[in-house]
């Protein structure tokens, strides 16, 4: 299941979740749009990591503290700590492919 985050305070007690992977993204975004359904059945196979999207539009100031700038964004966190990034469309293999690498 994937969370949906419009919040900085949610986003801030998200990050101390053991493993986040965050979607950076947006409505208007087409690329976005194609990797949502991939995100969210990658959600439901990896049980140990929590899977959260957040609206570049809607928070600006996330975005902007994490140097967001180019979407889809995801950026993996370990123990509230940035550990990887991955920029542009992606497959739900290679997101097994690259958590596992971490998780």
Same mark, same amino acid.
């Given at each position: 299941?994937?969370?949906?985050?419009?919040?900085?305070?949610?986003?801030?007690?998200?990050?101390?979740?053991?493993?986040?992977?965050?979607?950076?993204? @947006?409505?208007?975004?087409? *690329?976005?749009?194609?990797?949502?359904?991939?995100? #969210? $059945?990658? %959600?439901?196979?990896?049980? &140990? =990591?929590?899977?959260?999207?957040?609206?570049?539009?809607?928070?600006?100031?996330?975005?902007?503290?994490? @140097?967001?700038?180019?979407? *889809?964004?995801?950026?993996?966190?370990?123990?509230? #700590? $940035?550990? %990887?990034?991955?920029?542009? &469309? =992606?497959?739900?293999?290679?997101?097994?492919?690259?958590?596992?690498?971490?998780?």
């Amino acid at each position: 299941m994937v969370l949906v985050i419009n919040d900085r305070d949610e986003f801030s007690k998200l990050l101390s979740e053991k493993a986040v992977v965050v979607d950076f993204w @947006a409505e208007w975004c087409m *690329p976005c749009q194609r990797i949502a359904p991939v995100f #969210e $059945e990658a %959600s439901k196979e990896l049980k &140990t =990591i929590k899977f959260v999207k957040v609206n570049v539009d809607n928070n600006e100031s996330i975005a902007s503290e994490l @140097a967001i700038q180019s979407i *889809p964004s995801l950026i993996l966190f370990i123990d509230g #700590e $940035e550990k %990887s990034r991955h920029i542009g &469309t =992606i497959t739900k293999a290679e997101i097994k492919d690259w958590l596992d690498q971490y998780a």
